[in-house]
């Protein structure tokens, strides 16, 4: 079965960084685009970060430009996404999404991030 599941997520304050991870299984991971987005109660999904299928490229959301940065591991079918000086306004539910083209368009369950103090 096609799976994504999210990890990683949790309680920091301002400042603070973390480290999500989403495993994927059920399809053949190298050849699919990935990418994080994030969404809060009342507000549309919007993306955060995505990288191609053999990770030569990278594309970042520009409010969170040089403070995140989006990885993968085929070999692992692993994508991470670090997270450094995080804000308040950072606090969401992170989702990982795999695609190929317009054929395939897979979801994880999503990981809370909140940043408070």
């Known amino acids: 079965e096609v799976q994504l599941v999210e990890s990683g997520g949790g309680l920091v304050q301002p400042g603070g960084s973390l480290r999500l991870s989403c495993a994927a299984s059920?399809?053949?991971?190298?050849?699919?685009?990935m990418s994080w987005y994030r969404q809060t109660p009342g507000k549309e999904r919007e993306l955060v970060a995505s990288?191609?299928?053999?990770?030569?490229?990278?594309n970042y959301a520009d409010s969170m430009k040089g403070r995140v940065t989006i990885s993968r591991d085929n070999a692992k079918n692993t994508v991470y996404l670090q997270m450094n000086s995080l804000k308040p306004e950072d606090t969401a539910v992170y989702y990982c999404?795999?695609?190929?083209?317009?054929?395939?368009?897979?979801w994880g369950q999503g990981t809370q991030v909140t940043v408070s103090s």
């Open positions: 999404r795999a695609k190929y083209g317009s054929m395939v368009d897979v």
């Open positions: 059920g399809f053949t991971f190298s050849s699919y685009a």
């Open positions: 990288i191609t299928s053999a990770g030569g490229n990278t």
